[in-house]
């Protein structure tokens, strides 16, 4: 497979919202084919009009989003959280098995006269509760992530990987391999690949997070804005078409095992294959 010369700016660009991403489009039902041929962990719906207008009128009425308008102001720019500006979805999400396990309703708006910057703001449809609230910039050639709780602003620095580091990445072990066996945090993360092909890495970061529903402790431990960028830079090279995207990705972020050559399926579009 041929590869175009990305540097790490363009792969800044694809994760950090705004690159391709305009709305939620035609995203809408569980079963869409998702990375790998797997279905799509979640069922997205845009909300418009009064009903738009009523769920953003509540975000910002808690105490999460005034924290982050604060950041935001810090920043000397400010966010229109408005029907006018935002994007505003109701989201079911589903769990790996496919049973439906909740929903919430996420919004996000850009950060006025920055590219790529957004705050997003989620609440659980049946309680109303947050469910998260996050604020993503361009910092450099890195990313800063900002996350609202009721205990205040914590915040964190990544810095998205360059085609040339994705491409040089190796199995830690290359004496080796352990056969292939079920690993739940390998599964997990080939489910939440599965869903940030659907959404697409163009969307903001805390967006996709909060509508996919993804748990930190089912990637063992990796939060999810981190996990993201990882796998969209992945994602940004190879592309979803990728015929094993979703194990190559998560591979490559650290959440399956290594495979030796034998165990990685043949891409069906090769005549060899």
Known sequence: MTITNINRRKLLQGI?????????GALGAIGTVGAGDAPVPLDMDELDGSEAARVLAKMRRTDEFSELQAAVRELGTNVRFTRDSATVVHATQYDVSGEAVGAVYAAHAPLIGYEDAHLTISLDADTGAVDKAGLEYPNGDSIKLVSATVDGLTSTTVTPPTEAEI????PPNTEGFAPMSFDPVCAYCQ??????CFIGCGAPIWFICAALGIKTASLGGMACGVFIIAVCGIITVYGCEYHDISYLACEHAGLCPWRSDDDIPCDPNDPIC
């Open 16 to 24: 950090a919202g705004g690159a391709g991403f305009s709305g939620i």
């Open 191 to 196: 489910w939440a690949v599965s869903g940030v």
């Open 167 to 170: 491409q040089a990445l190796q």
